[in-house]
């Protein structure tokens, strides 16, 4: 049996340029870098500066993944962006990204989900993929969530940064045989709209007309984490037939060390297998999956044939898993 399976042709990821030091917040708010580093695992992270934006980095994460698939934007037929942080309210930022890379044909359009938006956005990537309808997605997770932080806050500004990732994806034919195919395997996206309240901005374009600041109940946020994280794993599992023990390597949504750590614990993941990525950049929402992939796979860690678990759980609540081989 053929089906067809979206294979990942190139990765690429970008980083705002100045970076901000735990020691650099504790002489703005009352905080510490031993508090910070306890706590979260995070050492530093990247601010945008002026210029700087979710199209702007994004556009370079693009470029990045297409050089690496030795593709031009010509070889595109959709562009996805998952981003909660657009540089306008519209157009999107897909389209914004579409235009400089000097695309007119095909199509593009963003996505929201949150710290969740990258995998929600290589599920529906994987979907046009595998009906035949497109052959090459390229799949972009950009956030500049430290344009809605309270630099006052905190219990919030320590913990994100900005940032972006990418991937081409791309429609190929494989056996149907998940233990020997390349590409996504399966996907499973969740959301839960009651816990919206726990994690929100305190504006919107139809409400305040503002974009509003960043506000999170951490220790709910906390509470619900390795839970929902589990739950999609565990789906995964059960659709395939894998194991913790399967796995090559596990690229868990960078909020907080101690929630990564905690449910690759309860998974019986390895350490070893556990790709970490938030001491350097703090949590980049949309954008750090594909930053961790991108910086996992740029040191030579994930190779072809590898198998790759994806997790994000974020605002909404959502929270979603995608199980591919490399
Ligand atoms: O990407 C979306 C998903 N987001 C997440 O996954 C975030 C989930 N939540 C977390 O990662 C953690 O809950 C936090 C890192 C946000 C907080 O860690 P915590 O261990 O849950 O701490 P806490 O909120 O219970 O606060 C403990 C103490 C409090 O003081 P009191 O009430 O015990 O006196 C806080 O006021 O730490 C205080 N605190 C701080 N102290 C120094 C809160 N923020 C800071 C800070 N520096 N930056």
């Known amino acids: 049996m053929t089906i067809k399976r979206s294979v990942v042709l190139g990765v690429g990821s ?23 580093v306890q706590r979260t695992g995070i050492r530093q992270r990247y601010i945008a500066g002026e210029g700087e934006t979710s199209s702007t980095l994004g556009l370079k994460a693009a470029e990045a993944a297409l050089k690496d698939a030795g593709l031009t934007s010509a070889d595109l037929d959709l562009i996805i962006v998952a981003t909660t942080t657009p540089d306008l309210t519209f157009p999107s930022t897909a389209t914004q990204i579409q235009a400089r890379l000097g695309m007119t044909h095909g199509a593009a359009f963003d996505i929201q989900a949150v710290c969740s938006g990258f995998v929600y956005g290589v599920t529906i990537a994987d979907k046009f993929l595998t009906s035949g309808s497109h052959n090459r997605i390229l799949v972009i997770g950009v956030d500049t969530l430290s344009r809605i932080i309270d630099w006052n806050d905190r219990t919030t500004c320590v913990l994100f940064g900005d940032g972006a990732g990418a991937i081409v994806l791309e429609a190929q034919n494989q056996k149907g045989d998940v233990n020997t195919d390349r590409g996504v395997l399966t996907t499973h996206i969740r959301s839960d709209g009651r816990h919206g309240p726990k994690l929100c901005a305190t504006g919107g374009p139809s409400t305040t007309g503002t974009s509003g600041v960043l506000t999170m109940e951490g220790k709910e946020v906390f509470k619900h984490a390795v ?16 194991t913790s023990d399967d796995l090559d390597w596990f690229v868990p949504h960078q909020a907080n060390k101690r929630i990564i750590n905690s ?52 605002g909404g609540f959502t929270w979603a898993s995608a199980l591919l081989r490399w």
Do not use: C, Q
Not at 14 to 36: G, H, Y
Not at 227 to 242: E, S
């Open 263 to 314: 449910s690759a614990d309860k998974l019986g993941i390895a350490p070893e297998k556990v790709v970490i990525t938030v001491d350097r950049h703090g949590n980049t929402s949309a954008a750090s999956i594909p930053l961790a992939l991108a910086t996992a796979y740029g040191e030579g860690r994930i190779k072809k044939g590898d198998l790759v678990m994806l997790e994000a759980m974020g």
């Open 227 to 242: 839970g929902m994280i589990t739950d999609v794993i565990t789906d995964a599992y059960a659709a395939t037939g894998f």
């Open 14 to 36: 970008a980083l705002p340029a100045r970076v901000v030091t735990n020691e650099e917040l504790a002489k703005k708010v009352d905080t510490s870098d031993e508090w910070i």
